[in-house]
């Protein structure tokens, strides 16, 4: 899984705004809608997901949520449901969004087994402490990239390689999809 958000504090690129201010003054129908500004506005964003969908996800598929929140509360959610014959366990850290982490305790209380890795002075999960970590009923590690609030850049690479080697079902939540 791959999720980009782009941080709040990011100015957007100038063409990007001009793209936006075009699409919202002529072309703003439904892209859900069965008349002609409804299937011009579906045409241009089933073009825009294929171009994405070939850059980032080749045979896969971009789903596209109102934000980060949705996004974190879909990915976890669903892949616990998805993999709960598996097991139960899911690893995050102590210092995830509020979005991961709300939604960790959602299901911790649905019956999952969430632990919260401790980070070390610099704001770091150890690659280590995620491997110790894990076990046969692991199903999910979410580790964010980049911290908002510290600017932390985690481990994921070597995280995501001790979670590959330890047990390729378990789903990685991390930028790189790896």
Same mark, same amino acid.
Do not use: W
């Given at each position: 899984?791959?999720?980009?958000?782009?941080?709040?504090?990011?100015?957007?690129?100038?063409?990007?705004?001009?793209?936006?201010?075009?699409?919202?003054?002529?072309?703003?129908?439904?892209?859900?809608?069965?008349?002609?500004?409804?299937?011009?506005?579906?045409?241009?964003?089933?073009?825009?997901?294929?171009?994405?969908?070939?850059?980032?996800?080749?045979?896969?598929?971009?789903?596209?949520?109102?934000?980060?929140?949705?996004?974190?509360?879909?990915?976890? =959610?669903?892949? *616990?449901?998805?993999?709960?014959?598996?097991?139960?366990? +899911?690893? &995050?850290?102590?210092? #995830?969004?509020? /979005? $991961?982490?709300?939604?960790?305790?959602?299901?911790?209380?649905?019956?999952?087994?969430?632990?919260?890795?401790?980070?070390?002075?610099?704001?770091?999960?150890?690659?280590?402490? =995620?491997?110790? *970590?894990?076990?046969?009923?692991?199903?999910?590690?979410? +580790?964010? &990239?980049?911290?908002? #609030?510290?600017? /932390? $850049?985690?481990?994921?690479?070597?995280?995501?390689?001790?979670?590959?080697?330890?047990?390729?079902?378990?789903?990685?939540?991390?930028?790189?999809?790896?």
């Amino acid at each position: 899984m791959i999720y980009l958000d782009n941080s709040a504090t990011t100015r957007q690129y100038d063409e990007v705004t001009e793209l936006m201010y075009k699409m919202a003054k002529e072309n703003y129908g439904n892209p859900s809608s069965l008349h002609a500004l409804g299937f011009d506005a579906g045409n241009i964003l089933y073009d825009a997901r294929g171009e994405i969908e070939s850059m980032l996800a080749p045979g896969g598929q971009v789903i596209f949520t109102s934000g980060g929140t949705e996004s974190d509360n879909m990915a976890l =959610v669903s892949t *616990a449901r998805k993999m709960k014959r598996r097991g139960k366990r +899911i690893l &995050t850290t102590r210092i #995830e969004h509020p /979005a $991961i982490l709300e939604t960790c305790r959602r299901l911790a209380d649905d019956g999952y087994d969430v632990e919260y890795l401790s980070v070390d002075s610099s704001g770091c999960v150890s690659p280590e402490d =995620v491997a110790d *970590a894990l076990t046969e009923d692991t199903i999910l590690v979410s +580790i964010m &990239t980049v911290n908002n #609030e510290t600017g /932390a $850049i985690q481990p994921v690479l070597p995280a995501s390689k001790a979670v590959r080697e330890f047990n390729n079902h378990v789903l990685r939540n991390d930028s790189y999809g790896l």
